[in-house]
């Protein structure tokens, strides 16, 4: 199964080409954030969404797409920096993490990872899991030493092509600063687990998306039907 993750920018004055940039990730589940009505008339290219919410009171909306064939169930805000849902068996954690340009914001920044720290310590150890998105920590800051301590077992995926790849802009050019982040049980990581994660360039957005691959044991819904 191929998950993918986008931050397309609420103000993306390149509504067309962001959402066809996802598209052409062929993910068989898409979640957007920052899912505004400019992109609306756009969102054909994409599968159906399956699910909307938000991450928290005030928060930018994120959107799951999914074709009709996935199963997609359980969603629920968190209220907390993410939006919860179950696709078939893998159960998705949308992130997007307040941007800390603020005192305050920075507060309720650290207050959201640690309750994402908490909600991954609570998954079972052998379940199918990820946690992805903006969460608006780069990972050489100490607020995401602390996640990583306190999210126990749960591991980073590092670009399969560039594990230093940055994933937002500095003064108009790339940076190797990674704010978006896709984490994973231990499982699914490293050799064993054989989950690759890439990125991919968004018109028009200060981020960049994410892809991930999850073992080809999990296979899509429509091919298991199509070999039964």
């Not at 849902?85 to 507060?107: F, N, Q, S």
């Amino acid at each position: 199964m191929r998950i993918a993750s986008a931050n397309i920018f609420c103000l993306n004055v390149k509504p067309q080409q962001a959402i066809e940039a996802v598209a052409q990730q062929q993910a068989d589940v898409t979640l957007l954030i920052e899912s505004t009505p400019r992109f609306e008339r756009h969102l054909g290219a994409l599968p159906p969404v399956r699910a909307t919410g938000l991450t928290r009171q005030g928060g930018m909306p994120i959107s799951v797409h999914a074709s009709k064939d996935i199963r997609v169930s359980d969603a629920h805000e968190s209220g907390a920096g993410w939006f919860e849902c179950r696709t078939e068996d893998v159960l998705l954690l949308a992130v997007h993490a307040i941007a800390p340009y603020l005192p305050w914001r920075w507060r309720r920044r650290r207050a959201q990872l640690a309750a994402l720290a908490r909600r991954l310590r609570t998954i079972a150890p052998n379940e199918h899991a990820l946690a992805l998105g903006d969460f608006n920590t780069s990972n050489e800051e100490r607020a995401w030493t602390r996640l990583a301590d306190r999210a126990s077992t749960w591991h980073r995926l590092n670009p399969e092509t560039d594990k230093w790849r940055g994933t937002w802009p500095l003064g108009g050019m790339w940076a190797p600063i990674a704010l978006d982040h896709a984490l994973a049980p231990p499982h699914l990581v490293g050799d064993n687990g054989l989950t690759k994660l890439r990125t991919f360039r968004i018109p028009g957005s200060d981020h960049m998306g994410l892809v991930v691959d999850l073992p080809q044991n999990m296979v899509r819904p429509q091919d298991a039907r199509e070999a039964g």
